[in-house]
């Protein structure tokens, strides 16, 4: 069975500050992955995704960068955190050959103060 | 452009009594269609998913939902809910196969079950 992993479970960062946050995918192989954010009681959006290990397309301009460094892993980072960031960030992943049916993580919860 | 409309923002119901969450969505073609529920302070799980075929297709905890290209409509429905199903629940759509994963999500409607 597929598993999700994200980390760290919570946030709490100051303005201007650097943020990484991770995602594992174990049980699949060569999934495609995605970002999405979530700001606090708002729909989600997407911000990334991957079809393969170091390509990354960027969807939104958040001041945010992604990476896939190796093929069960998503990395969202930034140099510097704004107060917009905050919110509920959501990793997940498809097979390759999906319709679009995405699986997400339990995501990581970030508040930037 | 496509979009997806959840016209109800909250809904409250009595355990045991039967629910609708209503959902419109706008696409010039037929989309993929797909309810998540998002429990409090965790990710979205999928309930259930509509590419082609029968209307009605069943997810899981016994939810379901039905398709309407007149109406332009994917309402979530459930016979009888239980306290357990009080979450936060998003219709959203895909319009196209091209791996992007680019789903537009409807605003959420708060499902609150009153034991």
């Known amino acids: 069975a597929q598993t999700i992993h994200q980390w760290p479970v919570a946030e709490i960062k100051a303005v201007g500050s650097p943020l990484s946050l991770g995602c594992t995918i174990k049980g699949k192989s060569s999934p495609n992955l995605y970002w999405y954010w979530q700001a606090t009681g708002g729909t989600l959006q997407q911000l990334f995704y991957?079809?393969?290990?170091?390509?990354v397309e960027s969807v939104v301009q958040l001041n945010l960068s992604a990476s896939r460094p190796k093929d069960d892993q998503f990395i969202l980072s930034t140099e510097k955190l704004l107060l917009s960031h905050s919110g509920f960030y959501l990793c997940a992943w498809s097979p390759a050959n999906s319709q679009n049916t995405l699986y997400f993580g339990a995501g990581t919860r970030l508040s930037v103060l | 452009a496509q979009s997806v409309t959840q016209p109800d923002a909250r809904v409250t119901v009595s355990e045991g009594a039967s629910l609708q969450l209503r959902c419109k969505y706008s696409y010039s073609a037929t989309p993929y269609l797909f309810w998540y529920v998002q429990y409090p302070r965790q990710g979205l799980q999928l309930l259930l998913k509509?590419?082609?075929?029968?209307?009605v297709v069943q997810g899981v905890n016994s939810f379901e939902a039905e398709f309407s290209k007149s109406n332009s409509s994917f309402h979530l429905q459930k016979a009888s809910v239980h306290w357990s199903d009080s979450a936060v629940y998003f219709c959203a759509l895909s319009g196209d196969n091209t791996n992007t994963g680019k789903l537009t999500f409807g605003d959420g409607t708060v499902l609150t079950v009153k034991p």
């Open positions: 509509y590419y082609s075929g029968d209307p």
């Open positions: 991957s079809i393969t290990v170091g390509q």
